[in-house]
Nanobody
């Protein structure tokens, strides 16, 4: 079975940095894209950044210029470098793997979520 394991969340002061990691494991043949979403109470889960197998990236406007997504395709691992963090970045961050191909078909998977808290 496929699972996504996240790490790197925590508490940081405004202006600081954090680096999130997410590794997909299991009998995986390929993954189309991996990305990060975030959610706060009372709000929908929103896209933060995504990167495709070919390296194309897309960012939410609110994080452009501050966050950088990268991927090690061979290791099925995605990273999110978060710089110049703001209190409004506080949320639970979820890793996503889209178009995960296994012998059972193509399925979307989510990580367990990791808390990021930015103090003012």
């Amino acid at each position: 079975q496929v699972q996504l394991v996240e790490s790197g969340g925590g508490l940081v002061q405004a202006g600081g940095s954090l680096r999130l990691s997410c590794a997909a494991s299991g009998n995986i043949l390929s993954i189309r894209a991996m990305g990060w979403y975030r959610q706060v109470p009372g709000k929908q889960r929103d896209l933060v950044a995504v990167i495709t197998r070919g390296g194309s990236t897309n960012y939410a406007d609110s994080v452009k210029g501050r966050f950088t997504i990268s991927r090690d395709t061979a290791k099925n691992t995605v990273y999110l470098q978060m710089n110049t963090l703001k209190p409004e970045d506080t949320a639970v961050y979820y890793c996503n793997a889209d178009g995960v191909l296994t012998t059972m078909g193509i399925v979307d998977y989510w990580g367990q979520g990791t808390q990021v808290t930015v103090s003012s």
